[in-house]
């Protein structure tokens, strides 16, 4: 999926079918926000007021770098494990044995279309991590930048959250929906702070 064209993954986004959906852009968001990052982090490389702070950010650019390659497939990723949730749907139900086959497979899909969402949310929290350290360094000509890479990331993760919740509302075993839950309520918690923090820093910056 992430080598579609923009306009064909756009255009199914918006089509009748039930992938891609919430996730799958969420996934793309998260994609975006961190390429943001990592583009003025390369843009801060070399400057001046950072010769002290090369090393830091090169290795920020790298570690951004390699969670962006893990970002990227989980679109598709997405899709497919929602896919499996419909494939169960579809199995036929017309004898006790078939009916406790379908549901046996509906909950093991469930539980896999909830874990993508919730690595997809745990990787917009890495990212956030690997920069914290140096947003410092960024430069006030493309702070703009910053925070639209870090609202990018905050609609991915909120993307992201709310897809866990979904399914985790139809799983039979409530111990493991629940723990889920609350893992993914702390992630989304600190990756709000995250955020926020990075914007009251900009709009300090451009006031």
Excluded: W
């Amino acid at each position: 999926m992430i080598e579609q064209p923009i306009r064909q993954f756009i255009e199914s986004l918006a089509a009748k079918t039930p992938t891609p959906g919430g996730g799958a852009a969420a996934a793309m968001a998260g994609c975006m926000g961190t390429a943001l990052f990592a583009m003025v982090v390369r843009f801060s490389r070399g400057k001046k007021a950072n010769v002290d702070r090369d090393a830091d950010l090169a290795a920020v650019e790298g570690r951004l770098d390699d969670l962006l390659k893990l970002l990227m497939p989980m679109a598709e990723r997405d899709c497919r494990a929602f896919d499996l949730v419909s494939a169960a749907y579809g199995m036929p139900k017309a004898s006790p044995d078939e009916q406790g086959l379908r549901d046996k497979a509906i909950q093991e899909a469930m539980v896999g279309a909830m874990v993508v969402p919730e690595e997809a949310l745990c990787l917009v929290r890495d990212v956030f991590v690997a920069m914290e350290s140096i947003t410092g360094c960024i430069g006030k000509a493309i702070v703009s930048d910053l925070a639209s890479g870090a609202a990018l990331l905050l609609a991915a993760a909120e993307g992201a959250y709310l897809n866990v919740h979904i399914n985790a509302n139809f799983l039979k075993n409530r111990d493991l929906a629940e723990n889920t839950m609350k893992r993914a309520r702390s992630v989304l918690d600190e990756i709000r702070r995250y955020q926020q923090t990075i914007a009251v820093t900009v709009d300090g910056m451009l006031a």
